[in-house]
C-alpha cells in the first residue's frame, strides 16, 4: 500500500491509497473553495448522560446529486469533485459537511472504489484488503488528536438507511469521548470479570455461539454469527477468533483472511430476499475500544475488549421495513421480528455456490 497526503482548495486533508507503490498523487484541487466553517458541538444530556452533535451547518449538504455530478467521483475535465485526481483506489478526506469538528472530533469519507455503480461487495479481495489497510491507519493517526477518545469506522448502504450519495463510501467519526453503546459493553464487561472471578466476558460470549445455532460462517481467523439477542430482523457480527482491542492488533494471519470473509458476508446479504432485491441496505460498523482512560469502568483495561463489526439490515421481509417506532425510539427497548436462529439458517441458505 502506498499512502499519500495532500490537501484540498479549503485546506482539508485528503489521503490517497493506493495498490501500486509506484503511482504518483500530484494532481491539485482547482476548485474556488473558500475555508470550511462548521458551527459543531458536543453537548451532554444531564438526564440520560450521553451526548448528542449539535451540527446545524449540515443543513446545507450535498443531498442526491445526479451521477454525473457525483462529488465521490474522480475529476474529469473541467468536472471538478473532491477527488482532484482522475482516478484512485481508495481514497480518506475530511468532510465538508462535519458532525464533528475542532475540539468535537473529526469526521472523515472513505471512498471504497472509483467505480460509482459498484458496492462494497463487488471489490475484489486485493481492494477490500486496501480498504482495511486505510481503515486500520486512519484508527492509529486519528487516536493520536488530543481531542479523540474513540474511532469508528463505518459504512451506511441505500437511500433506506439515509444515505444522500449513492457512490460506495463509508465513514470515519472520531469522537471527543466514549460512545454510550461502547461504555455500555465495558460495564457489562466489568460486571461479568468481577462476578466471574476474572472470565472475559466477550471469550464467553464466543464459546456460547460456537456451541449454538447461530454461526453464519467460519474461516481459520473469523467467525461470524447472529446474535442471541439480535436487535435487528438480520444483524451479524463478525470476530477476529484472536481477542483484540482494535483493527491494530489484527495479525497478518486476520488481515490477509479478512477480505474473502467480509466479501461473502455481503454477498450473503445481498441474497436474503431474493432476485427481486439484490441490494439489501445495511449498516456496518467496527467497534473498536476507546483510547481514552477507562478509570470508570473499574477492573478494565483495552485489552479486555474485543474488535468487531457488527453488519445489519432495516429490511425485515421483502418489500418491508423495520421501524423503529415506540418501545424502540421512546424507551430503547428493540421488538425484534424475526427469531435470531431463524435469520442465521436463511444467511447459511443463501451461501454462494
Not at 56 to 83: F, K, M, N, V, W
Not at 165 to 170: A, D, N, T, V
Not at 247 to 274: H, M, N
Amino acid at each position: 500500500m502506498k499512502k499519500t497526503s495532500t490537501r484540498l482548495a479549503d485546506g482539508r486533508e485528503l489521503i490517497y491509497y493506493d495498490l501500486r507503490d509506484d503511482t504518483v498523487r500530484d494532481a491539485v484541487d482547482r476548485r474556488p473553495l473558500e475555508r470550511t466553517v462548521t458551527t459543531s458541538e458536543v453537548r451532554r444530556d444531564p438526564l440520560l448522560g450521553d451526548s448528542v452533535a449539535i451540527a446545524s451547518h449540515r443543513q446545507g449538504r450535498t443531498y442526491h446529486p445526479p451521477a454525473d455530478e457525483c462529488p465521490l467521483c474522480p475529476s474529469q475535465g473541467e468536472r471538478l469533485s473532491e477527488i482532484p485526481d482522475s482516478s484512485y483506489d481508495a481514497v480518506v478526506f475530511e468532510n465538508r459537511f462535519p458532525s464533528l469538528a475542532g475540539d468535537s472530533g473529526r469526521c472523515e469519507v472513505v471512498c471504497f472504489t472509483s467505480d460509482h455503480n459498484a458496492s462494497f461487495a463487488d471489490l475484489t479481495e486485493e481492494q477490500a484488503r486496501l480498504v482495511l489497510d486505510a481503515w486500520t491507519d486512519r484508527t492509529s493517526e486519528l487516536s493520536h488528536l488530543p481531542s479523540v477518545e474513540q474511532v469508528f469506522c463505518f459504512e451506511n448502504r441505500g437511500a433506506e438507511i439515509g444515505v444522500t450519495l449513492g457512490h460506495p463510501h463509508g465513514q470515519i467519526y472520531a469522537y471527543p469521548f466514549t460512545t454510550p453503546r461502547t461504555a455500555l459493553m465495558l460495564r457489562s464487561l466489568a460486571a461479568h470479570k468481577e462476578a466471574t472471578g476474572g472470565e472475559n466476558l466477550f471469550d464467553a460470549v464466543l464459546e456460547s455461539e460456537f456451541a449454538g445455532e447461530r454461526i453464519v460462517l467460519e474461516g481459520e481467523h473469523w467467525v461470524a454469527f447472529v446474535p442471541y439477542a439480535a436487535h435487528w430482523p438480520y444483524e451479524v457480527h463478525l470476530y477476529p477468533k484472536r481477542r483484540v482491542p482494535d483493527l491494530l492488533g489484527l495479525d497478518e494471519e486476520a488481515r490477509t483472511e479478512f477480505p474473502k470473509v467480509y466479501l461473502e458476508l455481503l454477498r450473503r446479504f445481498d441474497r436474503i430476499f431474493g432476485e427481486n432485491e439484490p441490494s439489501t441496505p445495511y449498516i456496518a460498523g467496527w467497534h473498536q475500544a476507546p483510547f481514552g482512560q477507562l478509570e470508570e469502568f473499574e477492573g478494565v483495561n483495552r485489552d479486555d475488549f474485543a474488535l468487531h463489526l457488527e453488519l445489519f439490515t432495516i429490511r425485515r421481509t421483502s418489500g418491508k421495513l423495520k421501524f423503529l417506532a415506540g418501545s424502540e425510539s421512546g424507551m430503547n427497548v428493540f421488538i425484534n421480528d424475526i427469531r435470531p436462529e431463524a435469520a442465521a439458517q436463511r444467511l447459511r441458505e443463501v451461501a454462494s455456490s
